[in-house]
C-alpha cells in the first residue's frame, strides 16, 4: 500500500507509536518506538538483542498505534522487513528524516549509557550503528485507520 499524503504528514508530526508484534504463544509484545517516512517507506530503528526484533524474525506481522494529540491517533497493519548488515547511511537519512537535521550536521540519537537521545557526528554515528550493529524495521502498510484526518 502507498503511504497516502494525509498519513505522512501525520506520522512526520507525530512519530510516537506503540509497535505491537507477536510473541511465539501468540500474544502481543508492545514497545515505544520513533517511525518516520524515507522515500516514501515507514521505517524505525532497532537492535537485534530486543525481544521485538526476535519476534520479527519470527512472525513479520506488526501493528503499530501512532498516538497524536487526543483524540486523533494512527492504527496501522504491516508485515515488518528487518534491514540490517550495511545500513549505515540508511540509518543516518533515516535519523536526518526523523529529526529534520541538515545534511553536514549531526544526528541525533539514543545513548543507551545516557539513557536518552544525544547528538552524534556522523563518523561517531556510523561507528556506534556498527558497533551495536543497529537495524532498520522497513513497514510494508497494509491496512491503515484511525481518528488521523480531523482538524
Known amino acids: 500500500m502507498a503511504l497516502a499524503a494525509e498519513l505522512i504528514d501525520f506520522v512526520t508530526t507525530h512519530p510516537d507509536a506503540a509497535m505491537i508484534t507477536l510473541r511465539d504463544n501468540g500474544t502481543p509484545h508492545m514497545a515505544r518506538i520513533e517511525i518516520c517516512v524515507v522515500d516514501g517507506r515507514l521505517r524505525a530503528t532497532g537492535a537485534p538483542t530486543l525481544v521485538r526484533t526476535r519476534n520479527l524474525r519470527r512472525d513479520p506481522r506488526c501493528s503499530l498505534f501512532v498516538f497524536g494529540p487526543h483524540p486523533l491517533w ?15 547511511d540508511d540509518l543516518i537519512r533515516l535519523l536526518r528524516a526523523r529529526h529534520g537535521i541538515d545534511p553536514g550536521g549531526t544526528v541525533l540519537a539514543h545513548d543507551d549509557e545516557l539513557g536518552h537521545d544525544r547528538p552524534y557526528t556522523e563518523s561517531e554515528y556510523l561507528a556506534h550503528a556498527r558497533a551495536t550493529e543497529l537495524l532498520i524495521y522497513d513497514f510494508g502498510v497494509l491496512k491503515a485507520y484511525g481518528n488521523y484526518l480531523s482538524a
Do not use: K, Y
Open 74 to 88: 494512527l492504527g496501522l497493519e504491516t508485515d515488518a522487513t528487518i534491514v540490517e548488515g550495511e545500513v549505515g
